[in-house]
């Protein structure tokens, strides 16, 4: 079953005899403006011997035999292809990046083993932090396919993740560009602030209940709409914005929140010097479902356009 996903993958991604380590290249794969020169490739970084005697038993006996004998030994293939990227700047739309995925196929896969997410990158458009959580979940979702064959299942999530992270994370970038320039950092107890936060998905009901009490702890009020995907809206004084964003990335000084260095899921940052700007219930912060009703009470609220942009991913209206 693994030679024939193997073979499956070549075509659809082309077989590629190009195999340097994506963390020693000198970067030729991609131009000045970081857009790929090549089509997405496919290909065996080790154990190519043994993989090419395995497809020669393969061609002449048949699965049968196959099965019987010795199974595939532990292989290590490499992915390439492009990314296309949905940026919220009209000049940008349609542009690309060329990522890289590298998986560890362990002897026994797919039956009695899962595959194994060993490395990613995409060249200078993702930092090692953002790289690292991505195949932390991945491995993740591998371990809930054991049995199936997993690569394109990985693949696929593995260019979403890395499409939403680079948007998140340009649009952090952004948002911190707007923070008013002369407010000294003595003053941040007399201003205000609202965060929008983006993950892929809030579904853990003891995760949505740690989130809920957060923010009231903080006095923070807004919305947690939780399930695919999950959007987190706070808004209250700017340093308890801040301390909830820092509880979300999760450090050793304060436990719980998403993990790992989930910072550049903060897609949008608003500070406001007056108490008045609020717009959202004072001191109230509830859940729901469903995305058309947190969009519903941004309306009333007066946050349609903050709501198209750091969710939905367009301008609004007036910008």
Same mark, same amino acid.
């Given at each position: 079953?693994?030679?024939?996903?193997?073979?499956?993958?070549?075509?659809?991604?082309?077989?590629?005899?190009?195999? &340097?380590?994506?963390?020693?290249?000198?970067?030729?794969?991609?131009?000045?403006?970081?857009?790929?020169?090549?089509? *997405?490739?496919?290909? =065996? =970084?080790?154990?190519?011997?043994?993989?090419?005697?395995? !497809?020669?038993?393969?061609?002449?006996?048949? #699965?049968?035999?196959?099965?019987?004998?010795?199974?595939?030994?532990?292989?290590?293939?490499?992915? $390439?292809?492009?990314?296309?990227?949905? !940026?919220?700047?009209?000049?940008?739309? @349609?542009?690309? =990046?060329?990522?890289?995925? !590298?998986?560890?196929?362990?002897?026994?896969?797919? &039956?009695?083993? /899962?595959?194994?997410? /060993? +490395?990613?990158?995409?060249?200078?458009?993702? %930092?090692?932090?953002?790289?690292?959580?991505?195949?932390?979940?991945?491995?993740? %979702?591998?371990?809930?396919?054991?049995?199936?064959?997993?690569?394109? #299942?990985?693949?696929?999530?593995?260019?979403?993740?890395?499409?939403? /992270?680079?948007?998140?994370?340009?649009?952090?970038?952004?948002?911190?560009?707007?923070?008013?320039?002369?407010?000294?950092?003595?003053?941040?107890?007399?201003?205000?602030?609202?965060?929008?936060?983006?993950?892929?998905?809030?579904?853990?009901?003891?995760?949505?209940?740690?989130?809920?009490?957060?923010?009231?702890?903080?006095?923070?009020?807004?919305?947690?709409?939780?399930?695919?995907?999950?959007?987190?809206?706070?808004?209250?004084?700017?340093?308890?914005? &801040?301390?909830?964003?820092?509880?979300?990335? @999760?450090?050793? *000084?304060?436990?719980? @929140?998403?993990?790992?260095?989930?910072?550049?899921?903060?897609?949008?940052?608003?500070?406001?010097?007056?108490?008045?700007?609020?717009?959202?219930?004072?001191?109230?912060?509830?859940?729901?479902?469903?995305?058309?009703?947190?969009?519903?009470?941004?309306?009333? /609220?007066?946050? $349609?356009?903050?709501?198209?942009?750091? =969710?939905? $991913?367009?301008?609004?209206?007036? +910008?």
């Amino acid at each position: 079953r693994a030679i024939h996903e193997i073979d499956a993958l070549e075509v659809i991604y082309g077989h590629d005899g190009h195999h &340097e380590d994506p963390e020693e290249n000198n970067g030729n794969d991609w131009d000045d403006n970081n857009h790929p020169n090549r089509l *997405s490739s496919f290909s =065996v =970084v080790s154990n190519q011997d043994d993989l090419d005697k395995a !497809r020669a038993i393969l061609q002449e006996a048949g #699965d049968e035999i196959v099965q019987q004998s010795e199974t595939p030994p532990e292989m290590l293939v490499e992915i $390439q292809t492009p990314i296309a990227l949905d !940026r919220v700047e009209d000049h940008h739309q @349609g542009s690309t =990046v060329r990522a890289r995925l !590298r998986i560890r196929l362990p002897r026994g896969y797919p &039956e009695h083993a /899962c595959a194994v997410v /060993c +490395s990613l990158s995409a060249h200078k458009a993702l %930092k090692r932090p953002t790289c690292d959580e991505i195949i932390s979940t991945l491995n993740d %979702k591998s371990k809930t396919l054991l049995g199936a064959e997993a690569m394109m #299942d990985l693949i696929e999530t593995a260019k979403t993740m890395i499409a939403d /992270c680079i948007v998140a994370q340009e649009e952090k970038e952004q948002a911190q560009e707007h923070l008013p320039a002369d407010e000294p950092i003595e003053n941040a107890n007399s201003l205000f602030g609202r965060r929008w936060i983006w993950v892929h998905h809030i579904t853990n009901l003891d995760r949505r209940k740690d989130i809920v009490k957060e923010a009231r702890n903080l006095k923070l009020s807004g919305f947690l709409k939780y399930g695919y995907p999950g959007v987190i809206v706070i808004e209250g004084a700017f340093t308890n914005c &801040e301390e909830f964003v820092i509880w979300v990335k @999760g450090n050793k *000084s304060r436990p719980g @929140g998403f993990g790992r260095n989930w910072g550049h899921h903060v897609r949008g940052e608003i500070n406001f010097g007056t108490e008045s700007s609020l717009k959202l219930v004072p001191s109230t912060f509830e859940e729901l479902e469903e995305l058309s009703v947190l969009s519903s009470l941004c309306k009333d /609220c007066g946050l $349609q356009d903050e709501f198209l942009e750091f =969710v939905m $991913q367009h301008r609004g209206s007036s +910008s």
